[in-house]
């Protein structure tokens, strides 16, 4: 949970929206360790995940008029911002270069046979917090919040008909709900 | 769809984590709309992932925060520093207003040269036309003045050649012996013009005036214009007879009766 708040989100939104900085540093403060986290779990890689933070929080300021507080939470638009970041950085050539250096120069790392794309997500480490949830639960909510895979991607990755991973989705946020109350 | 149908359907969890197609998150927000508990679960659905977020939060380096204030800060120098936020979306929209593809910035450029190209002609033309206007006008001036001249020696050439005309030499008294005038006389009309060329130039306030002797008594003939020291052959009164012509030298306007030492020319017929 986030640390006891100055700004309630409504006031934040406000200052943000005339390019306050003291509330963006604020906002920084609050929310870069939940975003920072959900961009390790998809690159497993600290220098790099700090790069792709970085440049969220920057595209976070500048494009702040784009979020629309009726649509949703703050929150929710910033993760999303971040995924589709993170997504595009796992894409680009230049990733791929970086992470093969970096394999050559750790090569005792535990990743070092495998190059650093997408494919990676097939090990989706089991997470320490949240024990009650189940894993297949935690799975599908990793897979689709934190992950940047699609329906289709979700419903192959788990071997289940395309239309089950509503279904599963629902089942697993009920439980979600159910263990934070 | 039931109300119960779509909290229960996934379809809401979906839309949370961004993986709804464009038709779907419109739907979404459709019922967000019309529906309080759709946007109250989607809400709860949202809360819930980021309480999950934040149980999985990792702290980043301490440097990451300076680079991102440094980034923004740096982005602010170069925008427009005091305007705020809303300001500088609008000029970002003014601009993308205003911007046009390159081949239409090149027509406008053209444009404008060959606006200014014709507004340039036409400024000189307008000169031109002004000048050469101006000239038509002297010309047309000189050339009416001309033919009135013209007119007015045809006539007098009309006078002297008439053949009814019957010219009449008035010589000189003894008062002005080198002076002479000339009367032409159109026998059928009875009218009388006068050539006051060789007369003397007149004094100041004085004017030359025609008499004709009828039945042996002056009569006042006329007024002999001199103006600005030109004579010309001018009409005087018609006469249908007369003995004798003569000119006297009078008080401009003319006297009722000639006065006689004043007497410069004149002739019997």
Do not use: C
Request: proline content about 4%; overall charge neutral; glycine content about 6%.
């Amino acid at each position: 949970m986030p640390e006891i708040k100055k700004y309630n989100e409504e006031e934040l939104v406000m200052l943000l929206r005339n390019n306050d900085a003291t509330a963006f540093s604020y906002l920084y403060d609050n929310y870069s360790s939940a975003l920072y986290g959900a961009v390790y779990k998809m690159l497993e890689d600290r220098e790099l995940s700090e790069d792709v933070l970085q440049e969220a929080f920057v595209k976070i300021w500048n494009n702040f008029t784009n979020y629309d507080a009726t649509k949703g939470r703050l929150f929710t638009w910033m993760l999303n911002l971040t995924k589709n970041l993170t997504i595009d950085t796992l894409r680009s050539k230049g990733y791929k270069k970086q992470s093969k250096i970096q394999n050559n120069e750790n090569s005792v790392n535990e990743y070092s046979d495998k190059t650093i794309t997408a494919e990676r997500f097939d090990s989706i480490g089991i997470r320490k917090h949240l024990t009650l949830l189940k894993s297949d639960q935690k799975q599908i909510i990793d897979l689709a919040y934190f992950g940047g895979y699609t329906q289709d991607e979700i419903a192959k990755k788990l071997a289940i008909p395309l239309g089950t991973v509503k279904t599963r989705m629902r089942t697993a946020i009920s439980e979600l709900r159910k263990i934070l109350q | 769809m039931e109300l119960n149908d779509i909290i229960s359907s996934g379809l809401l969890e979906l839309y949370i984590a961004g993986l709804t197609s464009p038709e779907e998150s419109l739907q979404v927000e459709g019922w967000a709309k019309e529906y309080p508990e759709v946007k109250r679960e989607l809400g709860s659905i949202e809360a819930a992932v980021e309480s999950y977020a934040f149980s999985e939060s990792i702290t980043p380096g301490v440097d990451v925060k300076d680079k991102v204030m440094k980034a923004i800060e740096m982005q602010e120098t170069n925008t427009i520093k005091a305007a705020p936020a809303s300001f500088r979306n609008e000029m970002k929209e003014r601009t993308k207003v205003y911007s046009l593809p390159p081949f239409y910035k090149w027509a406008v450029a053209a444009g404008l040269i060959l606006l200014l190209g014709s507004l340039a002609f036409n400024y000189m033309y307008f000169n031109k036309y002004r000048s050469a206007s101006t000239d038509l006008q002297v010309a047309q001036n000189q050339l009416q003045s001309q033919k009135q001249m013209t007119d007015t020696m045809s006539n007098e050439m009309n006078v002297v050649t008439d053949k009814y005309t019957l010219p009449v030499v008035l010589n000189g008294t003894p008062h002005a012996p080198d002076a002479v005038a000339k009367i032409f006389w159109v026998k059928n009309s009875g009218e009388v013009y006068v050539d006051p060329t060789n007369l003397p130039q007149v004094p100041e306030g004085k004017q030359y005036q025609l008499w004709a002797i009828v039945d042996g008594k002056p009569v006042d003939a006329g007024m002999i214009s001199t103006k600005k020291g030109v004579y010309h052959i001018q009409k005087m009164k018609s006469f249908g007879k007369a003995d004798a012509f003569a000119i006297t030298l009078e008080k401009t306007g003319g006297s009722p009766t000639p006065t006689m030492s004043e007497m410069y020319v004149m002739a019997k017929i």
